[in-house]
């Protein structure tokens, strides 16, 4: 359905923009749409990361360019960045969570590879098997393992209409 105002824009689909010529939009009434997104980190060793990300975690590289490595992450990307560091030492306050197919088989491969384990992989109380180790630079990494049976596994649309359900049922 389109909604009333100006013809319909699917890149302004969740909102309508008035008509009247003295009416500007407010700050509210502007929509952000973000196309792609990735994690640009920095850090204190460039080729050290190189080698955490690309040859310990096997990230396949989706661009290389004179000052960085920018790696594929599942639906994401991780920027390495040789630029753009200050002096003063700087910490990574988040923490990096990459969905895996299996965290155990994952944690052996990391350990042979002479990656230290942060912490081993186990079921969390909410369901999930999380593993977490650190890049050279200490930036958290939480390896996820999602089993079948968790609620992010499971589809909330209803078969008929497509839209959300909420009950999941």
């Known amino acids: 359905m389109v909604p009333a105002g100006r013809p319909y824009d699917r890149r302004r689909r969740s909102r309508t923009i008035p008509i009247g010529e003295d009416e500007a939009p407010s700050p509210e009434g502007l929509d952000v749409e973000i196309l792609s997104s990735r994690t640009i980190l920095r ?19 989706a661009r290389e360019y004179p000052a960085g490595t920018v790696y594929f992450a599942g639906q994401s990307l991780i920027e390495i960045a040789a630029h753009g560091r200050g002096d003063a030492d700087q910490t990574f306050q988040g923490a990096l969570w990459l969905q895996v197919r299996d965290v155990y088989e994952c944690e052996a491969e990391l350990a042979l590879a002479g990656v230290p384990i942060v912490r081993e992989a186990r079921q969390e109380p909410w369901g999930l098997h999380e593993l977490w180790v650190a890049d050279p630079d200490g930036v958290p990494i939480v390896l996820v393992q999602i089993p079948d049976d968790h609620p992010l596994r499971r589809d909330s649309r209803t078969p008929s209409t497509g839209r959300s359900n909420p009950s999941g049922k």
Not at 43 to 57: H, I, S, T, V
């Open 43 to 61: 850090p204190r060793d460039y080729e050290a990361a190189l080698e955490f990300y690309g040859g310990k975690l096997r990230l396949a590289i």
